[in-house]
């Protein structure tokens, strides 16, 4: 069952809580990802026009199928109250046939339009 790259996890930050549990709750719904883990109080130090910045965000942990990086992207973008937010993604290589199954089953296979 469990075949490399079908699967992949997401990483988005996002400047509040409430913001990062709209999106999460934005991408379950619309099924886009099967889970979104929120890490409070990161630390992001950045280059943002010129200057380094310190900021606290959330970093979201998200769970979905690679076929939906696309959509998911495009919600998030379209959601994120950052002018340029991070969508940066890794394809799971290894993981639990169960749980691998578990996304599968919350996240349809994109749709060939």
Do not use: F
């Amino acid at each position: 069952m469990n075949k490399c790259g079908i699967h992949s996890i997401v990483h988005v930050t996002a400047p509040t809580i409430e913001s990062a549990k709209s999106l999460a709750r934005g991408l379950i719904t619309k099924d886009l990802a099967a889970c979104v883990n929120l890490i409070p109080n990161v630390t992001s130090i950045y280059k943002w026009k010129g200057e380094v910045i310190e900021d606290s965000e959330i970093l979201m942990v998200i769970k979905t199928r690679t076929s939906r990086i696309g959509d998911l992207t495009t919600y998030v973008e379209s959601q994120h109250p950052y002018d340029v937010c991070e969508v940066i993604s890794t394809k799971i290589e290894n993981g639990n046939d169960s749980y691998m199954k578990y996304i599968s089953e919350c996240v349809p296979e994109a749709s060939e339009n």
